[in-house]
């Protein structure tokens, strides 16, 4: 919802900024037309009081017009009208306003001016021209008659409510407005945003953890729809993907344990050889009744165990070359161990080589599926024996816990993790090969001897495990292979 939050201020924020600019110019004009109205009003009315002036100022002199002018506006509040003469700085009669800005009152024009002092008003200033009274001629040389006229003041005090009144709506507006914007695109940026994209971003990290199921389903038809519907889309190409790579992946991990049965089965063959000349000899001595009682009962004792040997044989040959059902579950190390030591013993035996089981342990345990934990380990053993020269050598295999960070594409920090050694001191790699072993079809081996498949399959199923195959070798020292498994969900579990 962080979108959301971030697309509500940024128009909160617009709307606040646009609301404030409107509002300061919609106070700034209705302030100049009152100011507008009042200077009409003021010239209007001076006009006309002027021209009352004047006609009372030449019919019946000064007196009586002052009389005239403060009759007629007494009854005003708002206004206030006296005479006064331009050229008087001071006393009663002189202007408020500086004289230098009334200069354009000689030429017969009217004054406005704004009066920010202490009576705080509007001063309007109309020229009257005084007649000389009637019946008196002016001599030529009379002084110029004195400029005169009329001050009316009105107060600013009206003006001044009149803005702080619009000031206080605007205020009030704009925030309404503000107000429902912001609602609005909350519940609009909730519905048509947030919610969608906190479904997306939900199905994304299940997408990442490798769940592709359930679609996602928007009823909006906009851009975040067309993404929903794109991903479910991907999914479904993804599925099919994954199933296409689980099967070549079955089929090669098949393939290889068909190659392990084939090696295996060429020693068991060879195995067979002894027991079936002891069976084959002892039947023959009890078929030609060569011996009887006491001795025809010890052949046939010794031709059973002779077959029950063979039949444990073929039964592990069997065992391994089934394949078995993905199914994870507790496993002593050191039990399986000792299982693919017998398992293998018989192609060790043809090359000279002599397996050293891990040494039983009861704590070494992991959770793991057989089937593949087997085929990975007998893969490694095989490989070593492999790498034997023909003069032979050994194979260890130990099982420890260690704590330690795995490789970064494991990921995660330090922990416990179970590690199985299958150390050889045979003929071991140099680093050309050691970097290409765990890919596909990589062999040093003859044709028929190595398909190259062993360590890449090992290496599927260990990440499968969420762990790692680590290798160490010396060319002609022999080489080290860990797989490193997680131990945690096997803690605490009976082997
Ligand atoms: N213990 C080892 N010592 C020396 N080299 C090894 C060892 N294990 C594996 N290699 C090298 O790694 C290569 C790849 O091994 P991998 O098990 O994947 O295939 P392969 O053994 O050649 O054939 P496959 O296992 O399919 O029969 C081997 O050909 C060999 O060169
Ligand atoms: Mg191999």
Redesign the pocket.
């Known amino acids: 919802m962080r979108l959301t939050r971030k697309f509500i201020a940024a128009l909160v924020v617009g709307v606040a900024l646009v609301a404030l600019v409107q509002s300061y110019l919609d106070v700034r004009r209705e302030r100049d037309v009152f100011s507008k109205q009042m200077r009409a009003e003021a010239t209007a009315l001076g006009r006309a009081l002027a021209r009352g002036v004047a006609d009372v100022w030449s019919r019946d002199g000064e007196a009586a017009a002052r009389e005239f002018l403060i009759t007629a506006t007494s009854q005003s509040e708002r206004l206030h009208a006296r005479w006064i003469w331009l050229d008087e700085e001071r006393g009663h009669d002189a202007p408020r306003a500086a004289p230098e800005s009334l200069a354009p009152m000689k030429e017969g024009q009217v004054v406005t001016i704004r009066d920010d002092n202490a009576r705080h008003a509007l001063l309007t200033y109309i020229p009257v021209d005084v007649p000389p009274p009637r019946g008196v001629v002016l001599p030529a040389d009379a002084p110029e008659p004195r400029h005169g006229g009329l001050e009316i003041a009105q107060s600013l005090t009206e003006i001044d409510m009149y803005t702080s009144d619009s000031v206080r709506n605007e205020i009030i507006g704009s925030t309404s407005a503000v107000v429902i914007a912001a609602a609005l695109a909350l519940l609009l940026g909730v519905m048509f945003i947030g919610r969608p994209i906190s479904r997306l971003a939900a199905k994304a990290r299940r997408v990442g953890t490798g769940d592709l199921t359930g679609p996602l389903t928007l009823a909006q038809r906009d851009e975040l729809g067309e993404l929903a519907s794109e991903i479910n889309l991907m999914c479904d190409r993804l599925a099919d993907e994954r199933g296409a790579r689980e099967a070549a992946t079955a089929q090669l991990r098949h393939a ?1 344990r068909l ?2 049965v084939g ?1 295996l089965a060429s020693g068991i063959a060879h195995e067979l050889g002894t027991p079936l000349n002891v069976v084959g000899g002892r039947a023959r001595l009890i078929a030609d009744r060569e011996v009887e009682g006491g001795e025809a009962v010890d052949s046939a004792r010794i031709i059973a165990e002779q077959a029950e040997r063979m039949t444990k044989l073929i039964r592990q040959l069997l065992d391994f070359a089934r394949p078995p059902a993905l199914h994870k579950a507790p496993i002593n190390v050191s039990t399986l161990g000792a299982r693919i030591c017998e398992l293998v013993a018989t192609i060790a035996r043809k090359g000279n080589v002599e397996l050293v089981p891990p040494p039983f342990d009861e704590s070494l345990r992991t959770l793991a599926d057989d089937g593949q934990l087997t085929q990975v380990l007998t ?2 053993v ?3 024996i ?2 034997m020269p023909a003069v032979g050598g050994k194979v260890w295999m130990t099982g420890r816990v260690v704590t330690q960070s795995p490789p970064p594409y494991v990921g995660g920090g330090s922990r416990a993790w179970m590690a199985i050694d ?1 150390r ?1 001191n ?4 140099d680093d050309a ?1 050691r970097e290409r ?2 890919e596909p079809f ?4 003859a044709v028929g ?10 290496w599927g199923m260990v990440r499968e495990h969420g762990g790692w195959i680590d290798v160490a ?1 010396t060319p002609g020292a ?2 080290t ?1 860990t797989v490193y498994l997680p131990l945690g969900a096997a803690e605490g579990v009976a082997a």
Do not use: P, Y
Request: proline share 0%; glycine share 16%.
């Open positions: 290889d190659t392990t090696k893969n490694l095989v490989n070593a492999q790498a299958v050889d045979g003929a071991g790699m090969t072993i765990f990589f062999t040093t081996k001897d190595g398909t190259g498949l062993g360590l890449s399959v090992s070798s022999g080489a292979f």
